[in-house]
């Protein structure tokens, strides 16, 4: 699960963009008589017909159109539930899941007592083809076996839910009616309206994978149940490789289907609320790689029509914006620039919105790529700093999460590039007048990586005032180094951050109490965020 050297790879093919390695590889598949198919139609979807790769905005792909007899509706299963919320949690949430094969009339019904269901609502269906010549199974297939898998994602959007209120859901399909299955009932709940209390918790982590790891920090999520989780980047890890290179990458489709079983005891329940890792730009469909993300997932996608886990949305007192740092990465450059500057305007006119909103306490941004970290693993983005941070700065983000990096690192809280003020564990920060904290948190179970200065945590802190080299990659691919004093907490482990957001009262204001917790419940840092 490590990324690949960049040096295995040719210059020449590196410096294309993802656009056009996916022609390429289209082109290339093309010559070797794969059929290519249009869209199918909801229709055709229902008698077994097959969606193109990358849904609606897809460029034609490697796809086979599949009828295939139809299998009882009885004998398939629903598995792999998970939802996430629009951008109004207090009344929207999607119901995600898979279906082994296709079937007629999915739906979900829902009730606020159990077993007391609505009349079905139906879902949309998603079906994503991936052919087995272009991928490398990490199972042994046999070899009577088809030459394409199929995946059928399902998604219901929910809208005009009651505030603050468990919900009960179950989802089917004609000839598998749940609903008398209490086994198989999950729950989910809507977040109170904007301008409660604003006491709540969310979690987050990035680079989980798949294996026993993944799963002690998925049953962490549980034991902690937050109001949501914040899962960014490198989620399953189906591609091996850097990703974006679809001719060279390694690619195992079904992984994906492990991911969604194994973390499905949580995900049915709380909601997973995505950022794009470079793992997630699958080059075989779409030129900007998102078409299984597209097809698997469904984020509120607000910041333009068309834009793919770019979004922003609030909970309670708190604004959260997901940003696609592949967009400015210069360390895996495969859709670097590919918004066109979109993403930039965007961002900063969200930013200016959040912080002229008086019901508005935190701004908490979210994505992969590390503006700021000292592991060399993936190193810290430039691209980054260049053109995110300013922004940062000068709307006063109080918290930038992401992952990449497979470690815990928090920095102290940083302004125009330097550290402003040291803030060992279980220290405060005001981000009005220190600037903002930056967190690396790719402990989700995939693998760990390495630093090059000691681990200093809370409990086991080491000298820390020497100078630490961050890894960077310029706009060229060429690495280097640079030494930094913001450095402040660094773990080796498994691990994921919880941060609890707790009231003002009439005479303190409100704050954010974060945490690292290691996969085996152990605090690792700990920080008061509050603004003055």
């Given amino acids: 699960m490590a990324e690949t050297p960049r040096n295995s790879r040719s210059q020449a093919y590196r410096r294309l963009s993802l656009a056009e390695k996916h022609d390429k590889f289209v082109n290339r598949y093309s010559r070797r008589t794969l059929f290519r198919v249009g869209a199918v139609s909801g229709a055709a979807l229902a008698a077994g017909g097959v969606l193109l790769p990358g849904s609606a905005a897809a460029s034609p792909g490697p796809t086979v159109l599949l009828n295939a007899d139809k299998v009882a509706g009885s004998a398939l299963r629903p598995f792999g539930r998970h939802i996430a919320y629009g951008a109004d949690p207090s009344q929207q949430v999607v119901v995600s899941w898979q279906v082994p094969a296709a079937v007629t009339a999915p739906f979900v019904r829902i009730g606020t007592v159990p077993g007391d269901f609505s009349p079905p609502i139906p879902a949309e269906v998603r079906a994503l083809t991936s052919q087995m010549s272009w991928q490398h199974p990490v199972e042994e297939v046999p070899p009577n076996s088809p030459k394409s898998i199929t995946q059928y994602y399902l998604h219901a959007r929910i809208d005009r839910l009651l505030p603050n209120t468990t919900y009960y859901y179950v989802v089917g399909h004609e ?33 989980q994978g798949v294996g026993y790891n993944a799963v002690a920090t998925s049953s962490l999520i549980a034991g902690l149940d937050p109001a949501f989780h914040l899962a960014m980047g490198d989620l399953s890890y189906a591609l091996e490789g850097e990703g974006g290179h679809p001719e060279e990458d390694k690619y195992d489709a079904r992984l994906w289907d492990s991911f969604f079983v194994q973390n499905e005891p949580v995900t049915a329940g709380i909601p997973w609320m995505m950022a794009l890792g470079n793992h997630e730009m699958e080059g075989w469909y779409s030129a900007d790689g998102y078409g299984g993300v597209r097809a698997r997932f469904t984020m509120p996608d607000n910041a333009w029509n068309g834009s793919t886990c770019i979004y922003s949305w609030r909970y309670q007192n708190v604004g959260l914006i997901s940003l696609d740092g592949n967009d400015v990465c210069y360390n895996s450059p495969s859709n670097l620039d590919y918004t066109k500057g979109k993403q930039l305007t965007w961002l900063g006119r969200t930013l200016a919105a959040f912080r002229a909103d008086p019901t508005i306490d935190f701004i908490v941004v979210y994505c992969h790529q590390c503006t700021y970290s000292t592991c060399h693993s993936n190193g810290a983005e430039l691209g980054a700093q260049k053109d995110w941070a300013p922004l940062f700065d000068k709307y006063q983000v109080d918290l930038v999460l992401n992952g990449h990096n497979h470690i815990y690192e928090r920095t102290d809280p940083i302004r125009a590039g330097k550290a402003v003020k040291k803030v060992p564990s279980r220290g405060t920060t005001d981000p009005v007048k220190d600037g903002t904290t930056y967190i690396t948190a790719g402990g989700g179970g995939g693998s760990v990586s390495e630093f090059p200065a000691p681990d ?34 660094r773990f080796r482990g498994y691990s994921l951050v919880s941060v609890g957001v707790i009231a003002g009262t009439g005479t303190t204001p409100p704050k954010m109490d974060v945490r690292a917790i290691s996969a085996d419940g152990t605090l690792v840092d700990q920080i008061i965020v509050q603004r003055s």
């Fill in 456 to 489: 200093t945590y809370l409990g086991h802190e080491t000298a820390n005032d020497t100078p630490v080299p961050m890894k960077y990659s310029e706009r060229d691919g060429q690495d280097r180094t640079k030494k930094v004093t913001w450095s402040r907490v």
């Fill in 175 to 207: 000839g598998y009616d749940p609903a008398a299955r209490l086994g198989e009932m999950a729950s989910f709940r809507t977040a109170p309206a904007p301008g409660g209390d604003g006491t709540f918790s969310f979690t987050a982590f990035g680079d």
